[in-house]
């Protein structure tokens, strides 16, 4: 098989807001198969969160005194697991959260957070939750993008908060025809 094959083409840069596809045979366990998105990038490293590793733990049962919601809950990465982050699309509610794209910012003041939830003000399809963070030194992101391990692409915000646990499949399928076949490339191969 040609070398090029395995070749990552990035025809975009590296950039808050930027979604990172892991390469198809990435076999970590926080970046298998994984969307990334980064919410910082500068000369002293990046921050991202994993888009496609739901948490199957109720929210509840992280953030008791929250009340009921339903919002997205993801293994963010493996940097601080124990603390929880989050994404939202209400700028006007926390006008100190940091924009990472049009229309999706990071972080705020989560006492003001529950006290919308309570009040009906935010809604669980305006916030997705992560439990840790992925996290880069200065250049360890680039070094790995020479390593072809992640090919760069773009979402919407809106289409952030749609991401699903298989979305690195559809996503790759986007890419081209050769990330095509990256796509169905089993999880398991050697169990064919």
Known sequence: MDDQFFKIQNRLSLAKGRILLSEPFLEDFYFKQAVILIVNYSEEGAVG?????PVSVPFQELMPDFPPIS???SLGGPVSTDALQF??????LFPD???VMPGLYWGGDFVLLQGFFQDGILQSDEV????????WSPGQ????????S??????????????KSESWVDLMEKQG????????FPVNPELN
């Open 97 to 99: 959260s940091e924009e």
């Open 49 to 53: 969160f994993v888009l496609n590793h």
């Open 150 to 163: 992640w090919k760069i692409t773009e979402l919407s915000a809106a289409e952030v908060f749609q991401v």
């Open 87 to 92: 994404i939202h699309a209400r700028q006007d």
């Open 128 to 135: 997705f939750f992560f439990l840790g963070y992925a996290g």
């Open 177 to 184: 025809p050769k990330y095509r076949l990256w796509a169905n």
């Open 71 to 73: 919002a997205k809950l």
């Open 141 to 148: 992101l680039e070094n790995e993008l020479k390593e072809n």
